[in-house]
């Protein structure tokens, strides 16, 4: 048994209309309109998920508004400043938590 994280329903991995790979994590949906609010912010639906700011190595929910891409990782922040050290030499924090 797995959540929708759009609408918190229970739901058999077998019976679910959509599934969707996100942050290394398979996420299922009890509906295709589920799936699609999903794909238009997923960040605001799989809080569960914490990730750890790779500068001060703080705990942020994904829904943090500080976050960067960088190598193809998204990486999140505990505040700009956070975020603004990390712009400056991303080579320097971005292999804190591989
Ligand atoms: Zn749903
Ligand atoms: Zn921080």
Redesign the pocket.
């Known amino acids: 048994m797995v959540n929708d994280p759009v609408c918190g329903m229970t739901i058999e991995v077998s019976n679910a209309a959509a599934q969707e790979r996100y942050q290394g994590t398979t996420w299922y949906f009890c509906s295709d309109s589920c799936h699609s609010k999903f794909l238009v912010d997923p960040a605001r639906y799989a809080q569960h998920e914490t990730m750890t700011?790779p500068?001060?190595?703080?705990e942020?929910s994904l829904d943090s508004g500080y976050h960067a891409e960088y190598e193809g990782k998204t990486y999140y922040?505990?505040?700009e400043?956070?975020?603004g050290k990390f712009m400056k030499d991303p080579t320097q924090y971005g292999r804190a938590d591989a």
Do not use: I, P
């Open positions: 700011d500068v001060c190595y703080m942020v922040f505990c505040c400043s956070c975020l």
